[in-house]
């Protein structure tokens, strides 16, 4: 290539770089206005536009806004129970609950009602509280089978400093669950020896008798849709004549069967229990009347006609209180 050549060369080069730079100056003037301006309204989001959160730890959420632009979140804890005997109840384990809340803005968190939730802290961003301790009194009958899950919901709320305000509505639900194990203890059918502990604590009750196949009445003891446990008890305000006949043949009080005060019968299931009811229904009102009877889960009560209508309205509510309360 000859020299002329080669300076022509340069000179385009030299003249395209110069061109290119001009063409860059409207970029970079572009880039130098609009990078401010970004920044700028970043930090007025961060800082002008309100922002509230609240988290629990390990809590599904589903939240929402309403027409007061106070966000409402939905929220739900599963924890398992693992209870233990203690005064009469079976006791889940003790639950605490830890979260956090931030805002851009002077808050407090505070519960909806103190008397729920007495040691609910929110403090410095963080939040605690124990949730309630689930509690299954322990029964000898229980009414309604307890089931797998016990619920309680505890609700707060974030106020602005400045006004109290409401910004944030809390509703955390914590779902207890009971194991089949558990359960298996919770709602098992009473024995004859634990009916007749029940029974002792009324006054009048004198005398109780547990079935057993030898001397069970009725002959039906753990037979098909017949019940698994009974018991026989009196009542010293039965005027019943054999029960008080010191010259009849009857040894004990499943001689003496339900007249004398009445009986509990405990049945595999509350279907069984129920047909043996609607089975009792048939003679109320005449001269087979069974006296008084209902059903109480997997359990019929049966109480003696022979004592006054008050006396037996009285004698059952008495047996109901001890064994499902």
Do not use: W
């Given at each position: 290539?000859?020299?002329?050549?080669q300076?022509?060369?340069?000179k385009?080069?030299?003249n395209?770089?110069?061109?290119?730079?001009?063409?860059?100056?409207p970029?970079?003037?572009?880039?130098?206005?609009?990078?401010?301006?970004?920044?700028?309204?970043?930090?007025?989001?961060?800082?002008?536009?309100?922002?509230?959160r609240?988290?629990?730890?390990?809590a599904?959420?589903?939240?929402?806004?309403?027409?007061?632009?106070?966000?409402?979140?939905?929220?739900?804890?599963?924890?398992?129970?693992?209870?233990?005997?203690?005064?009469g109840?079976?006791?889940c384990?003790?639950?605490?609950?830890?979260?956090?809340?931030?805002s851009?803005?002077?808050?407090?968190?505070?519960?909806?009602?103190?008397?729920?939730?007495?040691?609910?802290?929110?403090?410095d961003g963080?939040?605690?509280?124990?949730?309630?301790?689930?509690?299954?009194?322990?029964?000898?009958?229980?009414?309604?089978?307890?089931?797998?899950?016990?619920?309680?919901?505890?609700?707060?709320?974030?106020?602005?400093?400045?006004?109290?305000?409401?910004?944030?509505?809390?509703?955390?639900?914590?779902?207890?669950?009971?194991?089949?194990?558990?359960?298996?203890?919770?709602?098992?059918?009473?024995?004859?020896e634990?009916?007749?502990?029940?029974?002792?604590?009324?006054?009048?009750?004198?005398?109780?008798?547990?079935?057993?196949?030898?001397?069970?009445p009725?002959?039906?003891?753990?037979?098909?849709?017949?019940?698994?446990?009974?018991?026989?008890?009196?009542?010293?305000?039965?005027?019943?004549?054999?029960?008080?006949?010191?010259?009849?043949?009857?040894?004990?009080?499943c001689?003496?069967?339900?007249?004398?005060?009445?009986?509990?019968?405990?049945?595999?299931?509350?279907?069984?229990?129920v047909?043996?009811?609607?089975?009792?229904?048939?003679?109320?009102?005449?001269?087979?009347?069974?006296?008084?009877?209902?059903?109480h889960?997997?359990?019929?009560?049966?109480i003696?006609?022979e004592?006054?209508?008050?006396?037996?309205?009285?004698?059952?509510?008495?047996v109901v209180?001890?064994?499902?309360?």
């Amino acid at each position: 290539m000859s020299a002329t050549s080669q300076k022509t060369k340069a000179k385009q080069n030299k003249n395209k770089d110069k061109k290119t730079k001009q063409n860059r100056k409207p970029l970079v003037i572009a880039v130098a206005i609009v990078v401010p301006i970004f920044v700028i309204l970043v930090l007025m989001i961060l800082f002008l536009v309100p922002r509230y959160r609240i988290t629990i730890n390990g809590a599904n959420i589903e939240s929402s806004v309403n027409e007061n632009g106070v966000k409402t979140i939905t929220a739900n804890i599963d924890v398992e129970c693992n209870p233990e005997e203690k005064d009469g109840y079976y006791v889940c384990q003790e639950l605490l609950i830890n979260g956090e809340y931030k805002s851009n803005r002077n808050v407090k968190v505070v519960p909806q009602s103190d008397d729920l939730m007495e040691d609910f802290s929110a403090t410095d961003g963080a939040i605690s509280f124990h949730g309630e301790r689930v509690a299954i009194k322990k029964v000898v009958i229980r009414e309604n089978p307890q089931g797998d899950t016990v619920s309680n919901t505890y609700t707060f709320m974030m106020l602005r400093s400045e006004d109290d305000k409401e910004v944030v509505r809390y509703n955390l639900t914590v779902n207890t669950r009971l194991s089949e194990d558990n359960l298996a203890v919770i709602n098992q059918n009473p024995t004859g020896e634990m009916i007749v502990n029940a029974l002792k604590k009324i006054q009048t009750v004198d005398g109780v008798c547990i079935v057993t196949e030898d001397n069970d009445p009725n002959g039906n003891l753990n037979k098909t849709g017949s019940y698994v446990a009974a018991v026989y008890f009196s009542d010293s305000r039965a005027d019943l004549e054999m029960k008080n006949n010191p010259y009849s043949d009857y040894k004990d009080v499943c001689d003496h069967g339900t007249g004398a005060g009445g009986q509990i019968e405990v049945y595999g299931n509350n279907s069984d229990a129920v047909k043996r009811n609607d089975y009792l229904k048939h003679f109320d009102g005449g001269i087979l009347s069974n006296g008084e009877h209902s059903v109480h889960g997997n359990a019929v009560f049966r109480i003696s006609e022979e004592m006054p209508a008050s006396q037996m309205r009285d004698l059952e509510k008495q047996v109901v209180e001890v064994l499902t309360k």
